[in-house]
């Protein structure tokens, strides 16, 4: 009796708290074994097997000075656009913290839009400004500031102008909503108690928008690992970027294991990084940053 | 060979979901289709997209539907790697594929293209330049030197590969497309190799030449719309351009010029799909596509490539032939990308040329 009572109740908990769980997350489970396990896997075995098992795309890879110089050039160009958006963003999300709400919903209404607009529309308005006859250029001319006008795209800086430019919103909304959940209350209290403002920021604000820093940089670093429209469009002659070189690899030369190995080093400089990410400041700051 | 059943049969199911019952049927069966069974088929071509497309819609894929009461259905953006999926795995999105030259040689050397059936396609009107086992040229087209001759504001322009190396003697910025392929024929045509003696390219040479000139590029364009964007904004006054591009620029008023001299003549290719099991009806097509009258309206009317049917030119106006890539006296000035040359050598050069360009 006192069994069977035991086993139904513990079946009535597990359906409770498992199983209806499991078969929520279920179909995301599916669609992310089916979408995302199964075809990085594949990757994998495609980048070790030429037919039989082998580790001389990845000795390629190494010994070849090209694509060392390139994936250094990718995580270079990856941190300094995460550096500017970060900036920007920072100062974005601080300032709309503390804007009335008419004005703050204007500027949140301006971002999301921001959004909606086509990355090549976006990498297309930045040529029209940047470009040699462009807007900056003609306004800097007219006023007789500049005599020649100044080499502000395809180079380092128009990469970098074009892809902070999509990716401050992805830093500014974790961050932003870091700071809707901190109490203002708090810089109040420590200029009550004798913090002058920049003492406040660095002691108070700053550390509590740690989470906010953290999520935002990270998705950001890592998407900008895989980018190479915005470099191809707005970068100069050294501006190559890993990921297009692989796409020449698949789309051109068919080199598909070659190319797999590529993209499982990508991928395992992201995981690094998001491994770092963890052990500092730990993953579920991740969520829990941009919920609070 | 991997793929589990259930996901074949999705897949073909997702590709073919436009099509009707009558052509799912078709296509399973599809070897044992003789083309006088066209009424009802579906042909699936491949295209790349734009104008070009839009050509190919009004000169061959509504009159060959129309005649044969088939249903074509139009996809764009196709290369060698889709193709290579497509074959692997056996699941055939299309039938026609319009091919760049690369590709092409790429497909032949892993045998990824039908050999072309000559008991259906007749060549006899057909360039030699455009015939290959596997694939027929649709059209010529060209690359060569283009500028925008307002910017030049009245100052001379270079008509050679030779004054667009002379940055002092031609000044204004200027841009090159990010690739081996062409750059290093017009680096050597510039060092003053005659253009029949460019293949096999003395390589070491062609990088030296361009060496003298890679801080002098303002811009490496990477795709198609950008050459006309930086021409006619002039951010570059002289680029490399396809001829197609800057005479679409030309009828709508932009000043660009196009200067044959040096030009390199390639191609666009109708290709099939290695086993494809419409491949009847997509070598009937090719055939349909190839006559002088149907390449004539194309070029005529629609888009300003070189027509591939040497009798095409009864159809086309002596003033619209001049502004095409095959016509006589431009002929002259071009020389033909060499596909065989660049098909085993792309993989080592575009490393080289990737380093070049970093370093």
Redesign the interface.
């Known amino acids: 009796m006192k069994s069977r009572s035991f086993s139904s109740n513990r079946a009535r908990l597990w359906q409770k708290a498992g199983f209806r769980h499991f078969l929520l997350v279920s179909p995301a489970l599916v669609a992310l074994i089916l979408l995302f396990a199964y075809p990085i896997s594949r990757i994998l075995v495609k980048s070790l097997f030429d037919p039989h098992f082998t580790l001389k795309h990845y000795a390629y890879f190494f010994s070849?000075?090209?694509y060392i110089?390139?994936m250094w050039?990718t995580i270079e160009l990856s941190v300094l656009t995460t550096f500017t958006a970060l900036v920007i963003g920072y100062i974005l999300a601080y300032v709309l913290r503390r804007a009335r709400p008419g004005v703050r919903n204007i500027f949140l209404l301006a971002i999301v839009l921001s959004f909606m607009i086509s990355l090549l529309v976006r990498n297309?308005s930045w040529?029209l400004v940047l470009?040699?006859?462009g807007v900056i250029n003609s306004i800097l001319e007219h006023f007789g500031i500049i005599n020649h006008p100044l080499?502000l795209?395809?180079n380092k800086l128009g990469v970098i102008v074009g892809m902070t430019h999509i990716f401050v919103p992805y830093i500014a909304f974790p961050i932003y909503s870091v700071m809707m959940g901190m109490d203002l209350n708090l810089e109040k209290a420590a200029q009550n108690l004798g913090a002058s403002r920049w003492q406040t920021f660095w002691r108070v604000t700053f550390p509590l928008s740690l989470p906010g820093i953290g999520a935002g940089a990270l998705l950001v670093f890592i998407m900008a690992l895989g980018f190479f429209i915005t470099p191809?469009?707005l970068g100069?002659?050294?501006e190559?970027m890993l990921s297009n070189?692989i796409q020449?690899q698949?789309?051109?030369?068919?080199?598909?294991p070659f190319a797999s190995a590529m993209s499982t080093i990508l991928l395992v400089v992201t995981l690094v990084i998001f491994f770092i990410y963890n052990r500092f400041l730990g993953a579920e700051r991740l969520w829990g940053g941009v919920r609070t | 060979m991997e793929k589990k059943k259930g996901m074949t049969r999705r897949e073909f199911l997702v590709s073919t979901g436009a099509a009707t019952g009558g052509a799912l049927v078709a296509a399973s069966i599809g070897p044992f289709v003789h083309t006088t069974m066209a009424k009802g088929k579906t042909l699936r071509v491949c295209s790349y997209g734009g104008s070009y497309q839009e050509s190919q819609r009004k000169a061959f894929f509504q009159p060959f539907a129309d005649k044969f009461g088939v249903k074509i259905v139009e996809a764009s953006g196709g290369?060698?790697?889709k193709i290579?999926a497509q074959v692997d795995n056996k699941q055939y999105e299309w039938d026609v594929v319009d091919l760049e030259t690369?590709?092409v040689a790429?497909g032949e050397l892993?045998n990824l293209l039908e050999p072309i059936d000559t008991s259906v396609v007749d060549l006899s009107e057909i360039d030699k330049k455009a015939i290959r086992k596997c694939a027929v040229g649709n059209i010529f087209w060209t690359t060569s030197l283009a500028y925008n001759k307002e910017a030049l504001a009245g100052k001379k322009a270079a008509g050679n590969w030779a004054d667009f190396w002379n940055v002092k003697g031609f000044p204004g910025?200027r841009a090159l497309q990010?690739q081996a392929p062409f750059n290093l024929e017009f680096a050597l045509i510039a060092d003053g190799v005659p253009m029949d003696k460019l293949y096999p390219l003395d390589v070491d040479r062609a990088f030296k030449k361009l060496d003298q000139i890679?801080d002098s590029?303002?811009?490496?364009w990477?795709?198609g719309a950008?050459q006309i964007?930086l021409l006619t904004?002039?951010?570059a006054v002289y680029s490399s351009a396809w001829n197609g591009r800057v005479n679409v620029a030309q009828k709508k008023g932009v000043p660009l010029e196009i200067v044959w001299q040096g030009g390199c003549l390639d191609l666009d290719w109708w290709c099939v799909p290695k086993g494809d099991p419409n491949k009847d009806l997509a070598m009937k097509f090719i055939d349909f596509a190839l006559s002088a009258k149907r390449q004539g309206e194309q070029m005529q009317k629609y888009i300003a490539y070189g027509p591939t049917n040497k009798d095409a030119f009864k159809y086309i106006t002596p003033e619209r032939a001049k502004e095409l890539p095959s016509y006589p006296e431009n002929l002259k000035k071009q020389f033909q990308m060499d596909a065989d040359y660049w098909g085993p050598k792309?993989?080592p050069l575009?490393?080289r040329w990737?380093?070049w360009?970093?370093s």
């Open positions: 070849s000075p090209l110089r390139v050039i297309y040529i470009q040699r006859n080499k795209l395809h191809a469009l100069g002659r050294k190559q070189l020449i698949v789309v051109d030369l068919l080199n598909w | 290369d060698i790697a290579k690369r590709h790429r892993e910025p990010d890679k590029i303002t811009v490496w990477k795709n950008q964007q904004s002039a951010e792309l993989a575009t490393e990737k380093t360009m970093i």
